[in-house]
């Protein structure tokens, strides 16, 4: 995005449940300033809470907006969504990860669907994408392992599907 602002809080390992310091949400309370400006958040519907053993929750009433267990994959999801709505009122995009097949992750990733008709979000869903699937079956230097894409993966198959479904979401958010 050539005109938009990137705060990037990768850490590897990490999950969105959980009160630990590098948790997703510890994180986003902590490292982004609610006075940085914000084109639009963008935030990786982790793969490691079920490797972690982290509760799957449940998703809210559709009136709720505070008040979410951060203890549970979904709660910290909600909890995410309405803080970053408060304080920045920008898109907000989740994507999903490329992994072998994972009947957990699966149900996570039917949640955030549930949740994105609550809460009017954006998912960029490579889990279930047939193209990134063929492509990375093609390129098999693409991905380190079958969640990681190597910097082929990125410029061949992630970066382009980013660029045009970010400048989509950017697009619509326009006054």
Known sequence: MERGRIAELYATGTTLAGNAP???VHR???RIPVTQPLDAFVCQLSTNDGRHDKAMGQVT???QRHGFD???TLGAIETIVAYVQQ???VPIVFFTCVRKH???YGKLVQQLKVLQKKWHFTIIDLWQDPVVKAENRAQPL???DDAHPTRLGYRNIWTPIFRQQLTDVLRQSEP
Do not use: I, R
Request: glycine letters at 4%; aromatic letters at 14%.
């Open 22 to 24: 590098d948790s997703y």
């Open 70 to 72: 951060e203890t549970t």
């Open 28 to 30: 986003l309370y902590h």
């Open 87 to 89: 304080h920045w009122a």
């Open 142 to 144: 693409a991905m380190v």
């Open 61 to 63: 009433g559709a009136q």
């Open 102 to 104: 994972d009947a957990n």
